[in-house]
């Protein structure tokens, strides 16, 4: 089997993982399991940041958060360090299974401990392709997530959240993400995070 068909085999082996998820969302009024269409938006924004990404990075990307919904935050405690283990253990749920089927699919080691490295962002801030991961994480953020996070978070909160945000994400980033089309509410609590980030 060439190397195009265990890409493509890989990709279809973790789209088919994330759509266990019992987790739905409403996508243009289908619902449609929220892991495999988040995976699926990432892709496309890692494509879109990088042109001929490399396959390593595409898969990094489309097994960013599998399986996810596994781990469900309600078991670890509602703290600080609760949620700091839960995201640790999550990193390393994802970079397990994703080595499992790259394995299974035929990839050799240094191909998966290359994804696996992009999955755990080990280099973030000496890698241009954790970058580039890291990039489209946060817009997918912003383009999809933002109006529900508002809902649910205090303003003052969800200015730090845009700030931390904002630092995470490269130049390049930052203006794709300026071009995105928020409601006007969602642009104000940008640029007030902005605003008062550059005091």
Sequence with gaps: MGEE??????????????GR?????????????????????????????????SKP???AARSQHICRWLVP????????AGYLRWRNDLKQLHARKSAEIL????????????VVELN?????GRDQECQVLEDALCLVTLQYQLADLMRKTDPDKMVAILQKTWKKMSD?????ALALPFTEAESALIHKALARGSQ
């Design 21 to 53: 998820d019992p987790n739905l969302i409403d996508v243009e009024g289908v619902a449609q399991p929220h892991e495999l269409i988040y995976a699926r938006r990432l892709t496309e924004w890692v494509l879109r940041l990088q042109l001929g990404a």
């Design 73 to 80: 935050r309600s078991s670890y405690d509602m703290t600080r």
């Design 172 to 176: 390049v980033a930052r203006t794709e």
């Design 120 to 124: 755990l962002k080990k280099r973030l």
């Design 5 to 18: 068909w265990r890409f493509s085999e890989a990709i279809r082996r973790f789209d088919e993982e994330n």
């Design 57 to 59: 990075l595409l898969l």
């Design 103 to 114: 394995r299974e699919v035929g990839y050799d080691e240094t191909t998966i401990a290359r």
